[in-house]
């Protein structure tokens, strides 16, 4: 018997070792499970039962025996940007968080942060119940500077320099706690997006998410149909992010074109001025002096019935999507 001893002991070691791994992957299946469920119901997954992140997105995540912080998703839509995350307390002692969304007043503003603790108790907190001290009264900014990656501890620097404002809310989470939650930005201004922050005292944990500043995307042009004093066909008047709501006058007195997989700054240079000044006379003799437009949207493939469209003012028209190799420099098109 003693000569089976070795082979029933190794035997014994694999079977507790499988064991163990099975629990920890119907642990980690578990988890992952109430990750999903919380995604799929605060609208995070794509058509195909996806999560995403944003390309722009820098993390700081923090795996330690005392507390965890973890990017689940992100969203932006031509409203507003969420950012889903995991907090969890994974001491035996209660532990207050600060959760701190940052982000540039006139162009992006905190609403709410939503999310369940343990799967049972809802979370609430809106942009009524944030923290009117400054920062440095709620807890040491230069301790909490060192900890962050750079990346994320310039948000410190945009609050003091760059009009972006804090929205620090206090949480307190019990012993061996979970919180799944989303934080809720609205978009005032829709271009150009500058970076937002969501960073969390009480743990090195954080994120930065430039909104996609730089990634292709779909925009949409407001375009002059017909010449005007200072303007002519074609030109640009202004660009906004693909579905934006515009007005009534703007849908039925201009173009509204659509043109895919460009970025902001090739977007911006379309609708651009020329340096030089040019100066016209109205009927009456007033001088009136202008930049023109360096650009100019070439309509003239546009289907005439379409052309009428925007001109019939009992029509909301919808976007025409355009091709981008009809946009042309005024000066090679006047050559």
């Known amino acids: ?3 089976y001893l070795p082979t029933i002991t190794i035997f014994t070691i694999i079977i507790g070792i499988i064991a163990l791994a099975i629990w920890f992957s119907e642990k980690d299946s578990s988890y992952f499970k109430q990750e999903l469920a919380f995604l799929e119901k605060e609208g995070f997954l794509d058509e195909q039962g996806l999560v995403s992140k944003s390309s722009t ?3 700081q995540n923090l795996n330690s025996p005392d ?3 973890e990017v689940l998703a992100t969203r932006l839509d031509k409203t507003t940007y969420q950012l889903a995350f995991k907090l969890e307390n994974r001491s035996n002692e209660s532990k207050e968080f600060y959760l701190i969304p940052i982000s540039k007043q006139e162009q992006a503003e905190f609403q709410e942060i939503n999310g369940v603790v343990n799967q ?13 001290q400054p920062l440095a009264d709620l807890y040491n900014i230069t301790e909490h500077k060192k900890q962050l990656i750079p990346e994320l501890s310039q948000a410190y620097i945009d609050i003091r320099v760059g009009k972006y404002q804090a929205q620090p809310v206090k949480i307190t989470l019990a012993p061996n706690s979970t919180l799944l939650a989303k934080s809720k930005w609205e978009i005032v201004e829709a271009s150009p997006l500058q970076p937002v922050y969501l960073l969390v005292y009480g743990s090195a ?3 930065k998410d430039g909104l996609g500043a730089g990634d292709p995307q779909a925009y949409e042009f407001l375009i002059r149909i017909e010449d005007k004093l200072t303007s002519k066909e074609g030109d640009c008047i202004t660009f906004k992010l693909f579905g934006w709501d515009w007005g009534r006058m703007e849908r039925q007195h201009y173009a509204i074109l659509t043109i895919q997989d460009i970025t902001y700054e090739q977007a911006k240079e379309w609708c651009s001025f020329e340096e030089e000044e040019l100066t016209v006379y109205t009927e009456q003799g007033k001088e009136k002096t202008y930049h023109p437009k360096k650009y100019s949207f070439d309509l003239k493939d546009i289907a005439e019935d ?4 925007w001109k019939n003012q009992d029509k909301k028209v919808s976007p025409t999507v355009f091709d981008k ?3 042309e420099l005024k000066k090679d098109k006047d050559k």
Do not use: R
Not at 120 to 130: A, F, M, R, W, Y
Not at 306 to 309: H, P, R
């Open 1 to 3: 018997m003693k000569k």
């Open 57 to 59: 997105l820098i993390e």
């Open 67 to 69: 507390e965890s912080f």
């Open 120 to 132: 049972k108790n809802l979370l609430h907190i809106d942009k009524q119940d944030v923290q009117k």
């Open 205 to 207: 944990g954080g994120a």
């Open 306 to 309: 379409k052309k009428n469209d």
């Open 325 to 327: 190799a009809k946009i």
